[in-house]
């Protein structure tokens, strides 16, 4: 019995913690959720930049690609 108490009381606590926890997460996510200028001028630059390094030399690369296999095959653009 004595035992069984002791169990009831540690779950207890636990719920406790995992109910702090559980606001502490949704402090976070609504914190996320709220962009300010700043950092919406930071997702921009950086998916800009990601474009610029990333995408823009890929696009070229396989567009170049496309070109040779092209004139490979006797077509003109």
């Known amino acids: 019995m004595d035992q069984d108490t002791k169990v ?3 779950l207890q606590e636990l719920k406790q ?3 702090h926890l559980e606001d ?4 976070q996510q609504n914190k996320r ?3 300010g200028p700043f950092r919406i001028f ?3 630059v950086v ?5 610029l390094i990333v995408v823009g030399p890929v696009v070229v690369i ?3 690609v496309l070109m ?7 077509m003109e653009f």
């Open 8 to 10: 009831i009381k540690e």
């Open 17 to 19: 913690k995992v109910g």
């Open 24 to 27: 502490l997460l949704t402090e």
């Open 33 to 35: 959720g709220t962009a």
């Open 42 to 44: 930071m997702d921009a």
């Open 47 to 51: 998916s800009l930049l990601f474009g």
């Open 62 to 64: 396989v567009v170049g």
């Open 68 to 74: 040779v296999a092209a004139s490979w095959l006797g």
